[in-house]
């Protein structure tokens, strides 16, 4: 079976990956996979343990794949390839907080969301240390930059 994600990386996405897998049986499932938009991380590691704990599933990566998305490229270990004119986007990810006019969070979830947040991004860094981004790859992520990718260096990626 042939499926297209395309779009956010969000609940919708991961509900027609686990539908469509459910309907296949046991054939095999090629995904089409693009992400303009990024998406939740949540749902991107949703997906890659889904992928990643079956055997018979392979992506194509094409148009733009970008934030979740490349988490989705960097962390699956099935087999995969990159269409051409294909590009890429990293950076960390983002929540949104709400804060007081003194610039102080508002609420006991903003303040734990915010430690937990400097703790995902050493976590992202020390994954990121063990892919093929280059030392200036890891730097700009580091100083909170959007990096883009181009064709032949998403090749190099995976």
């Not at 991961?14 to 459910?22: Q, R, S, T």
């Not at 990159?82 to 969070?105: A, V, Y």
Request: with cysteine; net charge negative.
């Amino acid at each position: 079976m042939i499926l297209n994600l395309s779009g956010e990386v969000g609940y919708e996405m991961l509900n027609a990956l686990i539908k469509a897998y459910n309907d296949i049986k046991e054939e095999e499932l090629h995904i089409y996979f693009s992400s303009p938009e990024g998406g939740l991380t949540d749902v991107a590691e949703a997906i890659i343990d889904f992928i990643n704990s079956r055997n018979k599933i392979s992506l194509t990566f094409y148009g733009e794949v970008f934030s979740a998305g490349m988490v989705i490229l960097l962390k699956t270990t099935c087999p995969k390839k990159i269409l051409p004119d294909t590009r890429g986007m990293f950076h960390f990810s983002w929540q949104e907080l709400t804060i007081s006019e003194g610039g102080k969070p508002n609420g006991a979830y903003d303040i734990f969301s915010m430690k937990e947040m400097k703790e995902s991004k050493i976590r992202t860094i020390e994954y990121l240390k063990n892919t093929k981004m280059t030392e200036k790859d890891l730097k700009g992520i580091k100083n909170g930059k959007d990096i883009f990718f181009s064709y032949s260096r998403m090749q190099e990626l995976i």
